[in-house]
């Protein structure tokens, strides 16, 4: 069984280091979409404002290098099972964030939210199978009795 999880773990892991990857490898075209469905609020703005000073970039563009970086270095944790409870935790907090931002099916009518409503519950699915990953976490777990054994 714990090859199967290993494995598992590596084909699922390999689905955040490629969108991270294609995030940091099209940084405007990342920072565009989310500047499209994103504002930063007035209480941070600012914050915001400096950073874009410091660093000379806009915030969308930075966002766009802190996802994708998050997604590469959590894929990989995950896949080296190193870490995996906690960049599980981190990815469901952006993958839910990510769905409630970016696929808001309920602002769109019936027939043409339908792509939006299967996007947002792929990413349910994805948050289900990192909630199983925080689970299982990186101890082997000991083999529990079947009901006929109790």
């Known amino acids: 069984m714990p090859a199967f999880v290993t494995f598992g773990r590596i084909l699922f892991a390999v689905l955040f280091i490629y969108t991270g990857a294609t995030k940091l490898f099209a940084v405007q075209a990342t920072a565009d979409f989310i500047a499209a469905k ?12 400096q950073v874009e000073q410091a660093t000379g970039m806009t915030t969308p563009q ?16 995950i896949a080296l099972n190193f870490g995996a409870r906690f960049f599980a935790m981190l ?7 990510a769905t409630f931002y970016f696929f ?3 602002n769109q ?3 043409e939210n339908g792509k939006m409503l299967v996007d947002a519950l792929k990413n349910l699915a994805i948050i289900g ?6 689970g299982y976490g990186r101890a082997t ?4 009795p079947a009901y006929g054994d109790v």
Not at 129 to 134: P, Q, S
């Open 38 to 49: 994103v504002t930063v609020p007035e209480m941070i703005l600012p914050y915001a404002q």
């Open 62 to 77: 930075l966002l766009a290098i802190v996802v994708g970086g998050l997604e590469i270095v959590a894929g990989l944790m």
């Open 91 to 97: 990815l469901i907090v952006y993958v839910a964030l």
């Open 104 to 106: 808001d099916f309920w």
């Open 109 to 111: 009518a019936p027939p």
């Open 129 to 134: 199978a990192l909630f199983m990953i925080m």
């Open 141 to 144: 777990r000991q083999a529990e």
